[in-house]
């Protein structure tokens, strides 16, 4: 799996002039894509990790989202897995397939909530308009 965490002052998605997620922040918007190997135990570890990790700062001290009760718009997008490399025309033969990405982006939700998260999102698969105030700017890629 593969996410791009953006520390944000707030953000919304919006499918057909609806809002279908938004938050305040401080906050995580945080871009999902999934390939052909990932698991739901990978989807649980990414989960944790946006939990976890200190992206926020109070003077010295580095906060996570759960030491601020931060909430996360989770966005799914497979676009993160395109390869442009060759030619001029980006291919997306590592994603994965929406019937098997569908359930683990779901899954990195329901995780996050179980946690303690608050969490928003897109609308799987639907063209998506993402807004969002940049706290930072300050973007990280997580691999696993």
Known sequence: ???????????????????????????????VGVTHDDTPEKAAQLARKLWSVRLFDNGETELSCSDLGAPLLVIS???LYGDARKGRR???????????????????????????????????GADMKVSLVNDGPFTVLLEL
């Open 1 to 31: 799996m593969r996410a791009v965490v953006q520390r944000v002052a707030e953000a919304a998605v919006t499918v057909d002039g609806e809002t279908v997620g938004a938050i305040g922040g401080p906050g995580l918007c945080v871009l």
């Open 90 to 124: 980006p291919t997306w033969n590592a994603a994965a397939p929406g019937p098997q990405a569908e359930p683990l982006v779901d899954a990195v939700v329901a995780e996050l909530r179980a946690l303690g998260a608050t969490v928003e999102t897109g609308r799987f």
């Open 77 to 79: 997008q497979f676009t």
